[in-house]
């Protein structure tokens, strides 16, 4: 057994068809070099691409080689010669995911699409960009707004994250309150299906209602029905302003209630934020200080053109500022952007209380956010682990966070045990398991907990139809 199968919860490991026995390493990896070229294939053992942000949780795999395609076709070309050998495919983009979804953890061959890095079409004029599984997500930002244009999904790590990662998981971020997740942003797909064929699904067109939605099927899918290659995006007319509101609250209850009266107020809002007193002590002082009796936090953020953008941000200033500690509106740019740095880098700053963290991405309605950030805090004590929860409060999306010493087996385990009893929480305020981060491997076999019996067979049906053999990505997304 491998240190990943040791390191994960048994229910991980359930729905895992039996393997046959791989040719070795070296067959493997030579083979492939010789169907691609030295430049586009590395050994198995290469530690960059067999781990990912679950690394301090324990999370490692193995690989009996890893591609880098340099194009599409080539990327065809690996899949239909792992297909025709039975062997395992494990797609991979920046490595940036919480839930395992891009370690091998079965062996075979990670493809790596990194190099599928190309711009292929930009329309400006009429808000669409076509473009590579490997191009960033900061790139992709700046592409757009460099011609004037928006493209609002705007996970973490945006620096690394790819595309072709964004889609895979139907990544979200602050601004999907008001802009929707990346699912809602693509028009087209193009993917390697089994046994290895490119195929198209939508395009540049903005509807199609001619067949099933395929397309978004494969949004989301974690690599497991095939591998995203390029996609079609629409964008929109950059908003003229970005105006922040942010209030301090001296308790959960008041500022759960101040997020209510947002939308109670009917004020459409790009972002809504919260961090708890946990991640509020954690992060606070990189933020420049929180008054003394401050023990939550609401991040807003108004948009649009300047004059309904700054109307907005006053409305929610004043919506805020009901059983608020303090509001700030700031106006000055510099400062605006300072404020989204250092919301970005929120989890890094609870990593770092005590150098490591479980954290899950829970979602539950938002009449029920109080009672989600409460009992997380219960879940931790009852485990005896350090607690918070941050997030995108709008959404109902928290991140439910239990502080670890890395290395620390015992406190791993009770990190572990403490999950579980969140995604039974989860369920229970009529919420799910995973709001953007996904199942991947950290979750497998929790999907049974959210969806009924027949649904959960429906789920895995849509698997076999689209991968009979079992080969995209197994022992994720189930």
């Known amino acids: ?187 087209g797909l193009e993917a390697v299906v089994a046994p290895g064929e490119l195929v198209a699904f939508g395009g540049p067109i903005r509807k199609d209602v001619a067949g099933y939605d395929l397309r978004a099927a494969l949004v989301g899918s974690e690599g497991t029905l095939g591998l995203v290659t390029a996609a079609w995006l629409r964008l929109v007319p950059a908003p003229e302003a970005a105006c922040p509101v942010v209030g301090f609250y001296p308790d959960a209850r008041s500022g759960c209630a101040a997020i209510e009266a947002v939308l109670g107020n009917g004020l459409l809002v790009a972002a809504l934020e919260f961090l708890d007193e946990g991640a509020l002590a954690a992060a606070g002082a990189a933020l420049g200080g929180v008054p003394a009796d401050a023990r939550f936090m609401v991040l807003a953020e108004a948009d649009g053109e300047r004059a309904e953008a700054e109307r907005l941000q006053a409305a929610a200033a004043e919506v805020l500022g009901v059983g608020a500690v303090q509001v700030i509106a700031p106006t000055d740019p510099g400062e605006i952007a300072r404020i989204w740095r250092w919301r970005d880098g929120v989890s890094i700053a609870v990593s770092a209380q005590r150098g490591g963290k479980v954290s899950e991405d829970i979602v539950v309605p938002l009449d029920r956010l109080l009672e989600a950030i409460e009992r997380t805090w219960e879940i931790g004590h009852r485990h005896a682990l350090p607690s918070c929860s941050w997030g995108h409060a709008g959404d109902g999306n928290l991140h439910s966070t239990f502080m670890i010493e890395p290395g620390s087996a015992d406190e791993l385990e009770r990190a572990r ?30 999907l049974a907990r959210q969806w009924s019996p027949r649904a959960l067979a429906l789920h895995h049906e849509l698997k076999r139809a689209f991968d009979p053999k079992g080969l995209f990505n197994p022992g994720k997304k189930t």
Not at 16 to 21: E, T, W
Not at 417 to 426: D, P
């Open 1 to 187: 057994m491998t240190t990943a199968q040791r390191d994960v919860p048994c229910t991980a490991l359930v729905n895992h068809s039996p393997r046959p026995i791989l040719a070795p390493l070296t067959t493997i990896e030579a083979e492939l070099r010789r169907l691609l070229d030295d430049e586009s294939v590395l050994p198995g053992d290469t530690a960059a691409y067999l781990s990912d942000e679950t690394e301090t949780r324990g999370v490692h795999g193995r690989a009996d080689a890893v591609c880098r395609p340099a194009d599409a076709e080539a990327a065809a070309a690996v899949v239909a010669w792992c297909y025709d050998r039975d062997v395992p495919i494990v797609p991979r983009g920046g490595g940036t995911g919480y839930a395992g979804g891009s370690v091998p953890i079965e062996g075979g061959v990670v493809v790596s699409l990194e190099r599928l890095d190309r711009v292929r079409r930009f329309d400006p004029l009429l808000w669409r960009i076509q473009v590579e599984a490997g191009v960033t997500t900061a790139r992709l930002h700046r592409l757009a707004r460099e011609s004037g244009l928006y493209f609002p999904p705007d996970p973490g790590a945006a620096e690394q994250s790819h595309v072709g990662g964004n889609v895979a998981t139907n990544a979200g971020g602050p601004h999907a309150f008001k802009y929707g997740v990346t699912g809602a942003w693509v028009t």
């Open 417 to 446: 045990a403490a999950s579980e009893e969140l995604f039974a929480l989860a369920v229970e305020l009529g919420g799910s398991i995973s709001g953007e981060h996904g199942l991947g491997y950290v979750k497998s076999g929790h």
